[in-house]
């Protein structure tokens, strides 16, 4: 799965896909796209791979998409560009398995996009976003539109998107943008612990909580229970709920 744009490290059951593009910030471009996208639906079906990171190499995280590639033809650049990413997106929302980013440096544009998507986030305190498509004259992409209205609602992702502007870290944390703001030498260590403490949980039922809680605002409340029913019953048929039931009775026997 490696890509010199995009290098895949797995480690025991955790997969880091890193941006390697440092010299442009690791700006999206259309390779850049394609090894993502293309990763992100090896990942999905892995099942040796409990746990994803999402990180950028060199001093950003991702600094928007390349606008090399869009000033002479725009709308051609932008064809070839959107449709991976947004296929990229829509994998990491839907992987049965958590999804971590971890930001240092800038996170703009396409780069703001694509670290919402994950499941946790983890800001360095020197990091930054910024929705910086409108001070290029652009709408937004890779489901930017979709995820700032349910983050924060509706009247503060206008302002930001409509407005721009860096946003810092303690802001991000107060607004649910993240997770957790972390001192930029203690990133590493802090990624490390957390994606060791989500693989040693049980990734069948993670898999399904994200699966309901990112679909339940398309469904009536008698229809998220119903698919709650389905997928307990579901998780109750792997030998992990079997397995944690006993160890259940058998912390209670052992007092």
Not at 178 to 203: G, K, M
Request: net charge negative; with cysteine; hydrophobic share 50%.
């Amino acid at each position: 799965m490696d890509n010199k744009v995009l290098i895949t490290d797995v480690v025991g059951p955790v997969a880091t896909l890193t941006f390697n593009r440092p010299g442009a910030f690791n700006a999206l471009d259309v390779e850049l796209a394609e090894a993502l996208r293309d990763s992100c639906r090896a990942l999905s079906t892995d099942d040796a791979v409990k746990v994803v990171v999402l990180r950028g190499a060199g001093r950003a995280f991702m600094a928007g998409g390349d606008l090399n590639a869009m000033r002479e033809s725009p709308i051609d650049a932008l064809n070839q560009l959107i449709p991976p990413v947004h296929e990229a997106v829509e994998l990491i929302t839907a992987m049965p398995k958590p999804v971590l980013a971890v930001v240092h440096g800038a996170a703009a544009g396409a780069g703001l996009s694509i670290a919402l998507a994950a499941d946790f986030v983890l800001m360095a305190e020197s990091a930054r976003f910024s929705f910086a498509y409108s001070d290029i004259a652009a709408s937004g992409d890779a489901g930017i539109t979709w995820s700032l209205p349910r983050l924060l609602g509706l009247r503060r992702a206008l302002q930001i998107a409509m407005l721009g502007g860096a946003i810092t870290p303690q802001q991000a944390l107060d607004w649910d943008l993240i997770t957790e703001v972390v001192p930029a030498d203690a990133l590493d260590e802090r990624t490390d612990a957390l994606a060791a403490q989500l693989a040693a949980r049980p990734t069948y039922a993670l898999g399904r909580i994200k699966q309901l809680l990112r679909t339940s605002s398309e469904y009536s409340l008698n229809e998220q229970l119903q698919r709650e029913h389905q997928a307990f019953l579901d998780c109750a048929g792997q030998p992990a709920f079997v397995q944690a039931v006993e160890n259940f009775f058998s912390r209670r026997s052992s007092k």
